[in-house]
């Protein structure tokens, strides 16, 4: 298989990248490095059947030859990027999703839409089913992220009723791992980052707000099962072991050994209080679930961390 993905030097998907790459497919990765590191494939240089293409998503795509699947994973991700990025996020949801579809559709390929957890807003349903439409404030300072991952949904579900694209969408609940950057405002690197500075570990309102973590290699592994499923409704992906953010504090001090203390602070606008995926269509739908225990990805990530803090 030949597939492209947009976002390829992002966080997932530089993993997706390496996933496509491990499963025999050629990969052509276009970012246009906006929140993209090129670090994260530099790895692949060298590898005959990888290509990077800079590129913004939001202007025509042009892909000479044959297109198999297009993994459509460009966006600012974290609350830092999106609050400074406004237009850039709406503009990749909505024109980005626009154009990607566009050229699935001429290269009769497999398409696949990166969506989010943040679909369900503030949700009033707990865990979130696929079948939840969700509590959003759209014109909050959220809202930019959330409304363009719910319009590329409609674009996407749009193509497929009315042009026939194979489409797949993912639902992507809170990741981590390597490659996350220090400072891109989640909780994971955030927390990760003071605690090896040795800083005040920042919590936000009093911590008893829930998240669930998913590794990463556990997520990807989820993304690649439903791009090579038939499952064209959305599909949660996310480890539905639920966590308060001061106890993933906590256990982030005991791992890292910091000497750190947890420090409050007011809770932004809109924060989802709760936070859960129901994994039941993923699980029989592809046969997955997460494997890795939160310890053991959390120890991986931190030794990551490390080694960037020393570089």
Known sequence: MRSLVTGGAGFLGSHLCDRLLAEG???????????????????????????????????????????????????????????????????VGSLGTHNALGLAMAKKARFLLASTSEVYGDPLVHPQQETYWGNVNPIGPRGVYDEAKRFAEAMTMAYHR????????????????????????RVVPALISQALAR??????????QTRSFCYVSDLIDGIYRLLMSRETDPVNLG?????????????????????????????????????????????????????????????????????????
Do not use: C
Not at 167 to 180: P, Q
Not at 288 to 307: A, D, H, N, Q, S
């Open 25 to 91: 497919h050629e990969v052509i990765a276009m970012d246009n490095l906006l929140t993209g590191n090129p670090h994260n494939i530099a790895h692949l240089e060298g590898e005959p059947r990888f290509r990077f293409e800079r590129h913004d998503v939001t202007q025509y795509i042009r892909i000479d030859g044959p297109l198999d699947a297009v993994l459509h994973f460009a966006s600012p991700a974290s609350p830092i990027d999106y609050l400074e990025l406004p237009i850039q996020t709406l503009k």
């Open 162 to 185: 009315a042009h026939g694209v194979d489409t797949r969408i993912v639902r992507i609940f809170n990741t981590y791992g390597e490659r996350m950057r220090p400072r891109d405002g």
């Open 199 to 208: 800083q005040p570990m920042t919590v936000f309102g009093d911590g008893s």
């Open 239 to 311: 480890n539905p072991s639920e966590l308060s953010v001061l106890a993933f504090a906590k256990t982030i001090q005991k791992l890292t050994g910091t000497t750190s203390e947890i420090m409050f602070k007011p809770l932004p606008v809109d924060d989802p209080r709760v936070r859960q995926p129901d994994v039941t269509r993923a699980r029989t739908k592809l046969g997955w679930e997460p494997k890795v225990k939160l310890e053991e990805g959390l120890t991986r990530t931190i030794e990551y961390f490390r080694t960037l803090a020393s570089s």
